[in-house]
Structures are given as C-alpha cells and as structure tokens.
C-alpha cells in the first residue's frame, strides 16, 4: 500500500469509525505506521478534534480504514458528510484502503454480519467501485455460501471475495492487480452463471511475502 505512494514518508490518515474510535486500535495504527515511516494521523468522529476533515482527508497521500461494524461506520460517515470527503479525495488522486469493514465500504454492496454475529447479510456502501464484496471467505463459514447465494438470485451485482491475508489492487474502477501475505490466501471473482448459479474464479494473485 505505501509502494503505490512516491513519498518515502507518506502521510497516512486512519479512520477507525468501525470499531468505536477503539483507542488501543489507535495507537497500534500509529505505532505500526510510524515504524515503516509514514506520518500518521486519526480521524475520530467519537472524539472529533480535526475541524475541516474533508481538507484533512484530501491532503494525506493514503486513508485507511479500520475494520468493525460496517453498517455503523457508514450511518455515522453520512452524518459527518466523510462518505462526501472521501469521494473527492478519490477522485483526487488519494489512496484509500482499509481491511474489513474498511474494504467492504468502497463497492455498491457488500455483505456483512453487522446486523448479526455469524450472518453474512447484504447492505449498500459508498459505490466507488461496482459491483459487490465479501470479506473473510476463508475463516467465516456463513461468508462464502451467502455471498454465492446473494449473486445468484440477483440480490447482489457480480463482485469479489477475499480471505484473509488477500487483497485486491484497483485503479480507479479497474482491478489490477490481487496480492496475498499468506501462501494459501486467495481473491476471487464472483460472477452469476448462466444456470442462475454463482461461478467463483480465483484471481492471479502475488505473493508480498
């Protein structure tokens, strides 16, 4: 993620909405950031001390977004108009990215166990990118049934699923590249088939080690 950015000190901006502002998830992002040299910062909206977020937002070179409660994260971005900045920081040239919920929030859909525990639910997000994701294919046993199940009978527009440990490059709306920290981790293309079906096709993906 900070390869995709030419400043060796990048500025990386974590939004941690998902998780309640945890504090300990916090300073672990800034700990971990700080380390590989990147200048960190938090945007809370729980303890809210950034006045012009959206300028904020626009100046940092990466955003990232924490994982948690999908649902609520969005409801609350809404209320605090950052579903508006981080639009204009997209389309701006900004690289955003985020595990979790903080994948989920960038697709037309998704699904989710926020309403839930153990559910694999659909729900609406930002729609920078089209189409629909699941997080978690590998380690949630309800993810992978749902989401194929979703895309089949139309509910959900075609998309991608991650495990753990897997992630997908896009540029701009175009995935480019799928990239994994783990030797059995994989990405996946999920398509509805011709027979009313899903069809998972597993992506090329490389290895960070």
Known sequence: MLGLVDDPNPKVCFIPTASGDSPGYCEKFQTAFTAYGARPSVLSLFYRDIPDMAHH??????????????????????????????????????????????????????????YKIGNADPATGLGL????????????????P??????????LPPGYACDDFAAIHFRGEAS??????????????VNQAKDGTAEEVKLTAAFLG
């Open 57 to 114: 937002l626009m100046s940092q070179d990466v955003v990232y977004v924490g994982g948690g409660s999908t649902i609520n994260m969005l409801a609350i971005w809404r209320l605090h108009r950052v579903d508006q900045a981080l639009r204009a920081a997209w389309e701006s040239g900004v690289v955003l990215a985020g595990l979790s919920a903080g994948a989920n929030c960038w697709f037309e859909a998704f699904t989710t166990d926020s």
């Open 146 to 155: 749902s989401f194929a199940a979703l895309i089949a009978d139309g509910t």
């Open 176 to 189: 480019h590249q799928a990239v994994t920290s783990h030797v059995d981790a994989a990405a996946y293309r």
């Open 129 to 144: 990118l089209k189409g629909s994701f699941s997080p978690h294919h590998s380690s949630e046993p309800a993810r992978r």
